[in-house]
């Protein structure tokens, strides 16, 4: 096994171990995260038994929890916790990680677009000379050995025109392989997150009180430390990266100043997870519902009156509350299986009449043959990659999200919160 983590272990482990495993993990993720020097931890050991596990189960986690603020933690602390141990390797561990990586490869049954590069970079690494000369006094600047790549897998390199480029060609200098092995690894680990189906575990007891655990005792810490806060009177500013679903229902609460119960739960709730607090949510919410209820919307109740009832709701949401469950955002499935009988809610691909109208409120450049292939995917009830398209009109580089596209995850890969500098 290598810490790459190409592949997952296969076998049984007992349900305490896997919990004392995780939290372990996630207790040295934390002190890497924070930039401090670690103490040796025997659940962390590099490509172990251990290691493995607690990576892959931290992804399942991750997949699971639907946190803005953890994937982002896990996408830094795990970068970084790659890049010390890359930097920190002998000739002989260098080469011995190649050569482990090699071999997973060959293993793989489907195989991912970034393989390619990553197989040609460690057929050098496991050629001795090379390896001594990465680990000895080795600086970025040094060009004494490149490999050719395409351009399309050098593409922040490309940008920063940190490389050279010659019909679609990079010559990659050695003195950046080992940041360009760093950004595989995230590749890697944010594809795994975003493409890996894990509908089978939504029901299994012994994950779900896992996730449940670590939602309560160390999410709070983590998202608080890792993610910017949204506050309530920047939402209009922020709203253009909105999915079109929770952008539909913002439009609505700021022309009506109402929405419908079941509305305002889900759109708190994504609210919540982008990183507005629960201070701010009383806030935005109070400034909504002080004033009358404008339009069709023929809602009776007033903060002044229901003050008390509200502010029990939103902090009911956050976990303060009631059964102190902190809920998360719904998924894209969870909104397109609702029964909606009106447009106030739902999701725009599958329900509304008036799509063309939203999507081009949002983004002005949206072309017809842009439209005409969305009208398709929504004849063929592919209502999520109808969505993601439509993303991908301004964030051409997201990955495929078709297997855990939420709303909260589209406002981060919209937002580009989720990219890791190297």
Not at 11 to 37: A, M
């Amino acid at each position: 096994m290598s810490f790459f983590y190409l592949k997952p272990v296969i076998g049984d482990i007992p349900v305490h171990l896997l919990e004392t495993i995780v939290t372990q993990r996630l207790g040295y993720l934390k002190v890497i995260f924070n930039d401090n020097s670690y103490a040796y931890n025997e659940y962390v050991v590099e490509g172990s038994l251990y290691d493995n596990v607690g990576h892959f189960m931290l992804c399942i986690v991750t997949i699971l929890g639907e946190n803005t603020g953890f994937t982002q933690f896990l996408l830094k602390a795990e970068v970084d916790l790659f890049k010390r141990r890359v930097y920190a390797l002998s000739t002989y561990d260098l080469r011995c990680l190649a050569k482990k990586l090699l071999r997973s490869i060959r293993k793989l049954d489907n195989v991912p677009e970034f393989i390619h590069p990553l197989q040609i970079l460690c057929q050098h690494l496991t050629i001795k000379k090379i390896a001594h000369h990465l680990c000895t006094s080795h600086i970025k600047e040094c060009a004494t050995h490149s490999i050719s790549l395409n351009f399309k897998h050098c593409l922040s390199l490309v940008a920063k025109r940190q490389v050279e480029l010659k019909n679609g060609i990079v010559s990659l200098p050695c003195g950046k392989w080992k940041e360009y092995l760093t950004h595989l690894f995230l590749t890697n680990l944010k594809s795994r997150i975003n493409t890996t189906n894990l509908e089978p575990l939504k029901s299994d007891p012994r994950i779900l009180e896992l996730l449940y655990k670590l939602k309560r005792e160390l999410f709070p810490f983590i998202t608080r430390s890792s993610t910017g806060i949204l506050l309530s009177n920047k939402v209009d500013t922020v709203s253009k990266f909105f999915p079109p679903c929770m952008l539909n229902l913002h439009h609505n609460l700021r022309k009506r100043h109402r929405l419908s119960h079941s509305q305002r739960f889900y759109y708190s709730l994504f609210l919540k997870d982008i990183g507005m607090p629960v201070e701010e949510a009383i806030d935005f919410w109070r400034a909504e519902y002080r004033q009358s209820p404008s339009g069709s919307h023929n809602c009776c109740h007033h903060w002044e009156k229901d003050e008390k009832k509200y502010l029990y709701g939103i902090r009911h949401m956050y976990g303060l509350e009631g059964r102190r469950k902190s809920y998360t955002s719904v998924s894209c499935q969870r909104i397109q299986s609702s029964d909606m009988s009106c447009n106030e809610g739902g999701c725009p691909f599958k329900s509304f009449d008036n799509l063309q109208v939203l999507l081009r409120q949002n983004n002005p450049s949206c072309t017809d043959t842009l439209l005409f292939k969305i009208n398709e995917l929504k004849r063929k009830h592919q209502y999520s990659t109808a969505c993601i398209l439509y993303l991908k009109s301004f964030q051409p580089n997201c990955d495929n999200l078709s297997y855990n596209l939420t709303p909260v995850k589209y406002h981060t890969v919209a937002m580009k919160c989720d990219s890791v500098e190297l």
